[in-house]
């Protein structure tokens, strides 16, 4: 079965950095595409960051140059490193495994229950 | 960049209700466009891919279409667990993907 597990997230004063972690299990992290999407209080989804099986990572504008996507693989675990927070990053954030049906084809099949980072002073 | 809307943004029905949400995009997507459902507390679900196709395990009461700009999402028949937000998404501006702003469907 797979599953999803996100930790990492509490109350972070604007400025500062969190990392979150998301394990999985069921199947190989290393193997798929793995993504982060949010979603603010009483708002909708905003897809935040994407790792492909190769290495290549790829990030929404709004956190290009402060969040980097990683992966352990002999953890099986995804990672967001988030820097320089702030307060409208507040939100739930989910990890999500991408597949793909043909090269743009790609869903969010699995998700995890979701992580809230609170960024307030 | 891609934006998508949904209309309507929310809508009161009731059980047996046929139920149709509409997504557009801002340029022709072709058929790369999933649709997904969120109940309150509750992470996303996976409804439709590629415009129509239904992914395993979701009741056949669910059903997509459209392609280019216009899509569809319909309910035959509103049962008391389709009461929901859902969202669509589009894949066509891969690795840069963008959801809908959700459509809440509630009880009449």
Do not use: H
Request: proline fraction near 4%; charge should be neutral.
């Amino acid at each position: 079965e797979v599953q999803l597990v996100e930790s990492g997230g509490g109350l972070i004063q604007p400025g500062g950095s969190l990392r979150l972690s998301c394990a999985a299990s069921g199947f190989t992290v290393s193997s798929n595409y793995m993504s982060w999407v949010r979603q603010a209080p009483g708002k909708g989804l905003e897809w935040v960051s994407v790792i492909y099986s190769g290495g290549s990572t790829y990030y929404a504008d709004s956190v290009k140059g402060r969040f980097t996507i990683s992966r352990d693989n002999s953890k099986n675990t995804l990672y967001l490193q988030m820097n320089s927070l702030r307060a409208e990053d507040t939100a739930v954030y989910y990890c999500a495994s991408a597949n793909y049906y043909d090269s743009s084809g790609i869903l969010f099949d699995y998700w995890g229950q979701g992580t809230l980072v609170t960024v307030s002073s | 960049d891609i934006q998508m809307t949904q209309s309507p943004s929310s809508l009161s029905a009731s059980v047996g209700d046929r139920v149709t949400i509409t997504c557009r995009a801002s340029q022709s997507i072709s058929s790369y466009l999933n649709w997904y459902q969120q109940k309150p507390g509750k992470a996303p679900k996976l409804l439709i891919y590629a415009a129509s196709s239904l992914q395993s395990g979701v009741p056949s009461r669910f059903s997509g279409s459209g392609s280019g700009t216009d899509f569809t999402l319909t309910i035959s028949s509103l049962q008391p667990e389709d009461f929901a937000t859902y969202y669509c998404q589009q894949s066509y501006s891969t690795p840069i993907f963008t959801f809908g702003p959700g459509t809440k469907v509630d009880i009449k």
